[in-house]
């Protein structure tokens, strides 16, 4: 099983910056996949950016040189470095884990961006 904890979101002026972080309960070099989603309200979620336990990241195209995901394997943890935000990015933030053929999710964070 794995256990993911989000922090780092909060509210932001447009053109600011924030960084979330996911704690994760196990090594993350034993999970293959690791990634961020979002959720504004009314919208489906999406996903944001990923990242392999290879080191191999992809990040949609509308974040694409504003957002980067990273990782600590030292500490467990993955990132999403947010900067020129926008108030379209204002969402709930999930880390998502894939692990052993299941899915697992973490609480959420809310990211709210201001015009």
């Known amino acids: 099983q794995v256990h993911l904890v989000e922090s780092g979101g909060g509210l932001v002026q447009a053109g600011g910056s924030l960084r979330l972080s996911c704690a994760a309960s196990?090594?993350?070099?034993?999970?293959?996949?690791m990634g961020w989603y979002r959720q504004a309200p009314g919208k489906q979620r999406e996903l944001v950016a990923t990242?392999?336990?290879?080191?191999?990241?992809n990040h949609r195209d509308s974040v694409k040189g504003r957002f980067t995901i990273s990782r600590d394997n030292a500490k467990n943890t993955v990132y999403l470095q947010m900067n020129s935000l926008k108030p379209d990015d204002t969402a709930v933030y999930y880390c998502?884990?894939?692990?052993?053929?299941?899915?697992?999710w973490g609480q959420g964070t809310q990211v709210t961006v201001s015009s």
């Open positions: 990242i392999s336990n290879a080191g191999s990241t």
């Open positions: 998502n884990a894939q692990w052993a053929g299941y899915e697992y």
């Open positions: 196990r090594n993350i070099l034993s999970i293959y996949y």
